[in-house]
């Protein structure tokens, strides 16, 4: 009997740690962009932080500030993926790589934004 119980508490253990070891395994990378329309040919802007995703990486969440979507670039300027709306990208994976997110301005707007959360299991 006693050697059930140490069992069964070792098994519990074991169980405990394992799950907190998943648990902590999941990494979450936010990218941000931003563009501004400006005066034709003088100072628009637009401009994508660069973020890496350590592994591959799906898109749970998405905030945009005036945009009517985005798209997504390589670190080396190509693009990945342009999304017309917002909601078209939740579920969208990436691999592993550094990337940029840029927000598609709507008309009539001056700037936007556009925040974009990646999980990386």
């Not at 905030?63 to 985005?70: E, I, L, P, Q, V």
């Not at 993926?81 to 990337?99: D, M, W």
Request: hydrophobic share 35%; glycine share 14%; net charge positive.
């Amino acid at each position: 009997m006693k050697h059930k119980r140490i069992a069964l508490v070792s098994l519990s253990l074991l169980t405990m740690i394992l799950w907190s070891a998943v648990s902590f395994a999941v990494t979450t990378v936010v990218g941000n962009g931003r563009q501004s329309r400006g005066y034709p040919g003088h100072n628009a802007e637009i401009h994508g932080d660069l973020f890496t995703l350590p592994g591959t990486g799906s898109i749970t969440g998405v905030d945009g500030r005036g945009a009517s979507g985005f798209w997504i670039e390589k670190e080396s300027g190509d693009m990945v993926r342009n999304f017309n709306t917002l909601a078209q990208a939740q579920g969208y994976s990436l691999p592993a790589g550094s990337y940029r997110v840029i927000p598609n301005i709507k008309d009539g707007v001056n700037s936007c934004g556009v925040t974009v959360t990646f999980t990386c299991p």
